[in-house]
């Protein structure tokens, strides 16, 4: 479960971990282990957008993770034990990938991709990108075909009922 907050994060933080705990109350959230062990459970939460990294890392038993904004400078000194996954913007990465070219993305943006999730998966982290093209439909689909083929860990999608079609 993907947490976005949008506002301040330092003030918003403590009110998701509050809110959590029907879910952990019931056993269903992932938890962290003496900062050492992950015992995996039905819903891992991830919070993205300005959810503050000095309040989840540092913590040594949580049920809570956070996104590890792929290439961001702190992305270098994550692991995943505080961030199972790390994540950014498919359009300011690789441009505008509309044109229906094929393949959908030059030798340069698909070695970029390769770096990217290569540097991820050395670390023991899963990679996803966000503002992933939707139109033209075919471009969309290959674009979400090459991240799989390539071995992004999550596809983000907004049409689920496409991505249920096509996969």
Same mark, same amino acid.
């Given at each position: 479960m993907f947490i976005d907050l949008k506002t301040a994060g330092p003030?918003?933080?403590?009110?998701?971990?509050?809110?959590?705990?029907?879910?952990? /109350? !019931? #056993?269903?959230? @992932?938890?962290? +282990? *003496? *900062?050492?062990?992950?015992?995996?459970?039905?819903?891992?939460?991830? #919070? &993205? $957008?300005?959810?503050?990294? *000095?309040?989840?890392?540092?913590?040594? %038993?949580? /049920?809570?993770f956070i996104d $590890? +904004?792929? #290439?961001s400078?702190?992305? !270098? %000194?994550? &692991?995943p034990l505080i961030a199972p996954l790390a994540s950014t913007s498919f359009i300011d990465t690789f441009g505008n990938v509309n044109s229906d070219t094929d393949?959908?993305? *030059? @030798?340069? +943006?698909? $070695?970029?991709l390769r770096d990217q999730i290569a540097a991820a998966k050395s670390k023991g982290i899963g990679v996803r990108y966000w503002e992933t093209p939707d139109w033209p439909i075919r471009r969309r689909n290959e674009i979400w075909r090459t991240l799989l083929r390539e071995g992004v860990a999550l596809l983000n999608a907004d049409d689920l009922g496409a991505v249920g079609k096509l996969f």
């Open positions: 003030e918003t933080w403590p009110h998701v971990i509050t809110a959590l705990k029907p879910l952990r /109350d !019931a #056993g269903y959230l @992932s938890t962290l +282990q *003496n *900062n050492e062990t992950v015992i995996p459970g039905p819903v891992t939460v991830i #919070g &993205t $957008g300005n959810t503050p990294l *000095n309040l989840v890392a540092p913590v040594a %038993d949580r /049920d809570y $590890g +904004q792929l #290439g400078p702190a992305f !270098a %000194d994550l &692991t393949p959908p993305l *030059n @030798s340069s +943006q698909l $070695g970029t």
